[in-house]
């Protein structure tokens, strides 16, 4: 377990993460700050963390599986469905076998079963991961929703393959049957766990809040407990974990269509898990930083025992795997493409052939993150009969070897790949968004209506107050729609005057907050009513989006 001070001081590490990463000049990635830093406590301080691996599994994946799922796009995973599967599963199997083969020939010492584990937990890419090199690099939002349907799903592909890998190191035994068998149940299995137990949770919140009413705070607390319930009640009767913790995002993105929650509820709801979510993430790269000087060491005496003298083998080591790892997927990605546009072609849906600089954009971006260290941590210490797992160091220190070179190769070439890059276009959203806000505003109009009618039936004596009441909405919600109608011309027409109504509005909502306060320091309005007013102008300086 990690004790309560070394706790709060990777809480403060992740913060002071956070600074240095908007200090530090370049494409640097957040990730890499969080291993340096980690790096930098392990010289100054000794935290004394030894984790569990399965405790360490236990805290780290279930919510970044999860909140993975619940963010996801359906409509995107659906339009590029073929890429997706092909990546998330096909590529996890073929970099299994071809890594795994080749890091047991490059590395004598390291055992069959381990080498496949490393190349099944290498497979997996990391949304984390490219999110952090795209809030520095902007890459193509088309790419992006590839690389995060792709992250989705082999992530639970990979740590399958991995468990499997596992299984015959400590067994010494490998059966194609009962594998395929073991994978049907941990797929079925996970994915049914996963998916009832949101639903179920679900309904039951919906229940209590028809009847009892809703309590934010509880309902939130709710939330965070599903997806650790969905992974231990999996791990119980031997399915996967993983597949039942992302089941239970995708599920719960359907759920929250119903629309039942409370408004408040939501908004806190995206607050807390965001914070959980940059929490989780950023842990776990200090602690990779934090105990990098204890792997190299671990690693070292692995490769002193295989023969060689100089530590210089372990960087050799990474990068080899590094270039096998970019060449398969490479290969695989542009096979893919010309595979799916092959069978677009043949709907006569004519594509376009995407370039080689497409192709070498989604094999760089394709880097590796939280998902694979959390899962290269849960190598169990010992075999069966109580012996240290042979390789597992060198394991853990490749792992993390190849994280960091991938996100530095990612930070170096990505600018490069994707300057005046064309990729396949993302269709646009902003005329169905209007479309939306349209339509609601024209189904509130007839709900005004018709509940302006029954008040004015049930108090004929208030029929006065209730039209100008209903009038005032009624203008407002009309002013809205011509608003709408009008920023559609005007975007057909061009973005510069939607731009600039955008710059308008920030400014003008900034200063609404700025009197605000000064009326709060001045005491000339209340606290409780400064916040009140501050979240309604911060929820719509959000809907604009910063600078």
Known sequence: MIPV??????????????????????????????IGIG?????VADL?????????????????????????????????????????LGLVVFTVAGVGFFIAWLIPAMPLPIAFALAAIVSPTDPLAVSAIAERVPV?????????????????SGLVCMRFAVAAALSGTFSLVDALGTFAWL???????????????????????????????????????????????????????????????????????????????????????????FVASGVVFILLGEQLPTIVDGAATVVREAGHREPIWLALYVFAICLALALIRFIWVWASLRFVLYRMGRRSVGPQAPGW?????????????????????????????????????????????????????ASLLLPVLLRDLRFPPEPSEQAAEDEARIAASKAALAALASVQRTEIANSPEDANRIADSAARLVTLYQQR???????????????????????????????????????????????????????????????????
């Open 5 to 34: 001070d070394a706790a709060l001081i990777l809480l403060a590490a992740v913060v002071a993460s956070a600074v240095c990463g908007r200090l530090v000049p370049g494409n640097v990635p957040l990730p890499l700050v969080q």
């Open 39 to 43: 790096v930098i406590l392990a010289g």
């Open 48 to 88: 004394g963390v030894t984790l569990d691996p399965q405790v360490f599994f236990l805290l780290f994946l279930p919510p970044l599986l999860f909140r993975d799922g619940w963010r996801s796009s359906q409509e995107a995973l659906w339009r590029d469905r073929g890429t997706i599967l092909s990546l998330s």
């Open 140 to 156: 193509p939002t088309r790419l992006m929703r590839v690389l995060e349907g792709e992250s989705l799903l082999n992530d639970a």
């Open 187 to 277: 797929a079925v299995g996970g994915v049914t766990i996963g998916a009832a137990t949101t639903w179920l949770v679900a309904l039951g919140r919906e229940w209590i809040a028809r009847r009892y009413g809703e309590d934010p705070g509880s309902t939130i607390v709710l939330s965070l407990l599903i997806p650790f319930g969905a992974s231990f009640m999996a791990d119980m009767v031997g399915a996967s974990a993983v597949l039942a913790a992302v089941a239970a995002g995708v599920v719960m993105s359907i759920a929250e269509q119903r629309g039942t929650a409370l408004a408040i509820t939501r908004v806190r709801r995206t607050a807390v898990w965001e914070t959980v979510y």
């Open 357 to 409: 600089r497409v192709t070498a954009a989604m094999t760089v971006a394709g880097v590796r993150g939280a998902v694979t260290l959390a899962g290269i941590m849960t190598l169990p210490l010992t075999l069966t009969d109580g012996q240290p797992l042979p390789g597992r160091d060198l394991a853990i220190f490749l792992s993390a070897g190849i994280i960091i070179v991938l996100l530095i190769a």
């Open 481 to 547: 729609i011509d608003a709408l109608a009008k920023s559609a011309t005007v975007r057909d027409e061009g973005h510069r005057g939607a731009d600039v109504e955008r710059k308008l509005r920030l400014v003008s909502i900034r200063a609404e907050r700025n009197e605000i306060y000064r009326r709060v320091r001045s005491r000339k309005l209340s606290e409780d009513a400064a916040r009140k007013l501050v979240r309604e102008i911060d929820l719509l300086e959000a809907r604009f989006g910063p600078e």
